[in-house]
């Protein structure tokens, strides 16, 4: 059993930045590979950005890319998400997942139904 919380959502005017954190307990985080999506009012849950647990090999949405950066460091048993260049499109609820991934050290899942366990989420909201 993995135990995700996410933090470091809030309000935050267009242009600006935020760091999401992911701090799981439980089994070894260093085994799982990890992803964020995200949920707007309305709209179906969307792949965000995706790490291997080696953190080796990374992969992101278009709607992302350049703007957002996911790592993790396996010591502390987080992941982050730094997002840089919001705009009102980004608000949503964050949620972090965790995957298996085993000996695999550059898997990464782009498909919720690859996750395993899911964060309660942490709300970003844009202002225009």
């Known amino acids: 059993q993995v135990q995700l919380v996410e933090s470091g959502g809030g309000l935050v005017q267009a242009g600006g930045s935020l760091r999401l954190s992911c701090a799981a307990s439980?089994?070894?985080?260093?085994?799982?590979?990890m992803g964020w999506f995200r949920q707007a009012p309305g709209k179906e849950r969307e792949f965000v950005a995706a790490?291997?647990?080696?953190?080796?090999?990374?992969y992101y949405a278009d709607s992302v890319k350049g703007r957002f950066t996911i790592s993790r460091d396996n010591a502390k048993n987080t992941v982050y998400l730094q997002m840089n260049s919001l705009n009102p499109e980004d608000t949503a609820i964050y949620h972090c997942a965790a995957g298996e991934s085993g000996s695999r050290r550059y898997k990464v899942y782009l498909d919720p139904n690859d996750y395993i366990y899911w964060g309660q989420g942490t709300q970003v909201t844009v202002s225009s």
């Open positions: 790490i291997s647990w080696s953190g080796g090999n990374t």
């Open positions: 439980g089994r070894t985080f260093s085994s799982y590979a």
